[in-house]
Nanobody, 117 residues
Framework: QVQLVESGGGLVQAGGSLRLSCAASGTIFNICTVGWYRQAPGKQRELVATTTSRGDTNYADSVKGRFTISRDNAKNTVYLQMNSLKAEDTAVYYC???????????WGQGTQVTVSS
């Protein structure tokens, strides 16, 4: 069974940093697109960053220059390094795995990130 296990969330002061991790199991990781999404209370889930199997990356304008997505295919893990955190970054962050050839997609359980101001 495909599982995505997220970790690294928590409480941090504004201006601080966190690194989120998403470990995948039960799936072929190196052919997928991986994305981080977030959802704050009362808001729609929004794209934060993606990375393709070729290494191409894409970021929301709100996080460019502050967040970095990366992947370690040998460890079946994707990371989101978050620097210069702001209060508006507070949300539940979700890991997503997408397979372009089959359109199959999987979601992690989410991890809470809270930035105090």
């Amino acid at each position: 069974q495909v599982q995505l296990v997220e970790s690294g969330g928590g409480l941090v002061q504004a201006g601080g940093s966190l690194r989120l991790s998403c470990a995948a199991s039960g799936t072929i990781f190196n052919i997928c697109t991986v994305g981080w999404y977030r959802q704050a209370p009362g808001k729609q889930r929004e794209l934060v960053a993606t990375t393709t199997s070729r290494g191409d990356t894409n970021y929301a304008d709100s996080v460019k220059g502050r967040f970095t997505i990366s992947r370690d295919n040998a460890k079946n893990t994707v990371y989101l390094q978050m620097n210069s955190l702001k209060a508006e970054d507070t949300a539940v962050y979700y890991c997503n795995v997408y397979y372009p050839q089959t359109h199959y997609t999987y979601w992690g359980q989410g991890t809470q990130v809270t930035v105090s101001s």
